[in-house]
């Protein structure tokens, strides 16, 4: 077929005009580098989110009052909900024959800890029972967490998250020392090992863990805030789990048949899902904002090969006066802009994940090439190539010869 | 049959309210083979003639049959298969693209009929041998003298081998002893079978020619044999 030297035409136009060519390419690559650095970045984060999300496991589940509240109207039927009361934890684990493990974990918020006068605020101070540690991914780098005695016992001791250790043991070892918590004494038997957050704050470092039945000799039993984490015996169980602790909590609760839950059952999936669809517009907008820089990319594309085929008027009647007919001239003229459209593409989306990933690296986000991100760039750089290129490449291609040829 | 036949041709450009009538009813015929001159003073129509010749523009009115076949009904993508194939054109200022090479230039109608890259190479390059050029082919018509560049014009008008050399005032644009020796190149052509039809303001030159037509006012004037004893150049 003839495209081929037509493609190699093109090519040496470009080529001939090296200076006016880059410049047109770098408007191309400053767009896709944009957008593909945005879409690069928020994939990485989302991404970073669902790394999190998983460390539930995927056969954990929570049960709790509150649930995943988003609206108004949700938020007033919620607050109605009767709390957990006391007997509830032990109800599922004797009731649920597809659950393997139940743990409780509750907390006050956020409290004051102290040693020796120090005092940090914004961390918080959760009881939860020993099997807790098994079902969350949460790792012991020094000590260890606190065992089913050290709950039956009611012992005050305490697990302390790496920010905690930091903050206030900088440069001492903190097991067996001391620490306050809104004026009890608890000793240190163990850290955590650091998790890091996806922003880059220690806010999922911060806290202290005691042993339930203390936590609830300090505070009380608090059924609004409990949280019963489930792990069902298997994945494929999960489900059958779930129902078997729905219809446990129902009854318990006297729920009416024809009424809904009136508790939430949390797993990663449906957290995943929920924020995904609160970020789904804010995301779609940076996408948008971005993208408005492609589109200037083919506007400076287009703007360029309206010069050129104005300059080049004579060159188009030599062309045809030889016998290059409109289409060839129009293939011609459309792939200068292709070429400058797709490599600017390619440049820009290699070039806008480097930039992301050097980003995302700041908040320890590692993210790695995405095979539908660079399609689709590279398919939209071709259709902006098309677009932008079209009109300039008819217009070349609809020229009188004669006129052309006399063409000053 | 004729290799071209026009009947009553006319062509009128409208400008504004104004229609200017370039050529006024012009009714010929050229053989295969001949070799005629178009003469006439400026602006009585020459370029338009040779243009509607070329098929790189179209009559409007009247009949123009070139080996047979009417231009006036083609479409676009015919007429430029006509100036592709049957039509070799050489103008006054020569129209080469000044960044290419004279063998890019030489292979450029090959490059729209979809000769294989060597065979366009092997083409050109005989092409560039026949005018004398094969030394320097790959220099830019810059780099090239006046009468260097027009031989690279008739090396590509010829690299097809079309059925029709158009040649428009091609001497225009170059000293005296330049234009001789392009005449000799086109008595060349001519006694090797080329049609050539050449528009020129010099009697000198159009006596190189066997026929001369005369254009005056967008109308033919006169139309006669050149006698051999008349001939320039020695190619009888
Ligand atoms: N595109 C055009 N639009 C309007 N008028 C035109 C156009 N082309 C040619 N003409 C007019 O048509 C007439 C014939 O022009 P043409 O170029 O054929 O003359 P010519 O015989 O070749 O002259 P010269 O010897 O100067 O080249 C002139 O009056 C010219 O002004
Ligand atoms: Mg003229």
């Known amino acids: ?408 | 049959m004729a290799l071209i036949e026009t009947d009553n041709l006319w062509k009128t450009y409208i400008m504004g309210s104004e229609h200017l009538h370039a050529l006024r009813g012009v009714t010929m015929s050229i053989e295969k083979g001949e070799y005629v001159a178009i003469m006439g003073p400026s602006g009585s129509g020459k370029s338009t003639l040779m243009n509607l010749i070329g098929c790189l523009d179209t009559p409007t009115k009247g009949e123009y049959k070139l080996n047979g076949k009417t231009v006036g009904n083609m479409n676009d993508d015919e007429l430029a298969n006509i100036r592709n194939r049957e039509i070799g054109f050489v103008f006054q200022t020569f129209n080469l693209l000044p960044r290419a090479s004279a063998l890019h230039n030489v292979e450029l109608p090959l490059i729209y009929n979809g000769t294989s890259a060597s065979e366009r190479r092997q083409q050109a390059e005989e092409a560039l041998t026949k005018v004398e050029l094969s030394e320097r082919m790959f220099h830019k018509p810059s780099e090239l003298s006046g009468g260097q560049r027009q031989r690279v014009a008739v090396a590509r008008a010829l690299v097809n081998n079309p059925s029709l050399l158009l040649a428009d005032e091609p001497t225009g644009n170059l000293d005296s002893k330049t234009s001789q020796e392009m005449m000799k190149l086109f008595n060349l052509l001519h006694e090797r079978g080329n049609t050539i039809i050449l528009v020129t303001h010099e009697r000198d030159i159009a006596l190189h020619a066997h026929r001369v037509l005369s254009i005056l006012d967008g109308q033919l004037a006169s139309d006669e044999r050149v006698a051999v004893g008349e001939r320039n150049g020695a190619s009888g």
Not at chain 1, 94 to 123: F, H, K, M, P, W
Request: charged fraction near 25%; proline fraction near 2%; hydrophobic fraction near 45%.
């Open chain 1, 1 to 408: 077929m003839i495209v081929v030297p037509l493609i190699g035409l093109a090519w040496q136009a470009l080529w001939a005009n090296k200076l006016r060519s880059g410049l047109t390419l770098l408007g191309v690559v400053v767009g896709f580098t944009s957008v593909m650095t945005i879409i690069s970045a928020l994939e990485g984060m989302m991404g970073a989110i669902e790394d999190d999300l998983a460390r539930l496991g995927p056969t954990t589940f929570i049960v709790q009052k509150w649930g995943i509240v988003t609206s108004e109207e949700q938020w007033l039927e919620v607050v109605k909900r009767k709390p957990f009361d006391k007997e509830t934890g032990e109800l599922i684990s004797e009731g649920c024959e597809l659950c393997e493990t139940v743990a409780y974990s509750t907390g006050t918020g956020t409290d004051n800890v102290q040693y020796r006068g120090t005092n940090i605020r914004d961390v918080r101070v959760s009881g939860t029972t020993a099997d807790y540690i098994d079902i969350v991914d949460l790792e012991v780098s020094e000590g260890r967490f606190h065992s089913f005695e050290d709950d039956v016992y009611r012992r005050h001791v305490a697990f302390i998250g790496d920010a905690v250790r930091e903050r206030l043991y900088e440069g001492l070892d903190p097991i067996g020392r001391d620490v306050r918590i809104d004026g009890v004494k608890y000793t240190i038997i163990g850290v955590a090992k650091k998790q890091g957050g996806v922003f880059g704050g220690d806010e999922r470092d911060s806290f202290v863990m005691i042993p339930f039945e203390t936590f609830t000799k300090h505070y009380g039993f608090r059924g609004e805030r409990m949280n019963y984490f489930v792990k069902a015996q298997s994945l494929e169980t999960m489900d059958q789990a779930m129902d078997e602790v729905r219809m446990i909590l129902r009854a318990k609760r006297h729920v009416p048949y024809d009424k809904p839950d009136d508790f939430a059952i949390l797993t990663a999936d449906n957290i995943l899902e929920f924020l995904n669809s609160v970020t789904r517009m804010f995301r779609l907008g940076l996408v948008g904002v971005s993208s408005v820089s492609v589109v200037v990319g083919g506007i400076v594309v287009m703007n360029i090969m309206m010069v050129s085929v104005s300059e080049r008027t004579r060159e188009i009647g030599i062309r045809k006066s030889v016998g290059a007919k409109q289409s060839h001239i129009l293939t011609q003229f459309l792939f200068e802009a292709l070429i400058t459209t797709f490599s600017g593409g390619l440049i820009g989306i290699i070039a806008g994940f480097l930039v992301a990933k050097s980003l995302v690296g700041m908040i320890d986000v590692d993210i790695s090439p995405s095979g539908l991100a660079i399609t689709l760039g590279l398919s939209i750089s071709v259709g902006i190539g098309v677009i932008f290129g079209i009109y300039p490449a008819m217009k070349a291609a609809r020229l009188d010869p004669i006129k052309a040829l006399s063409y000053e």
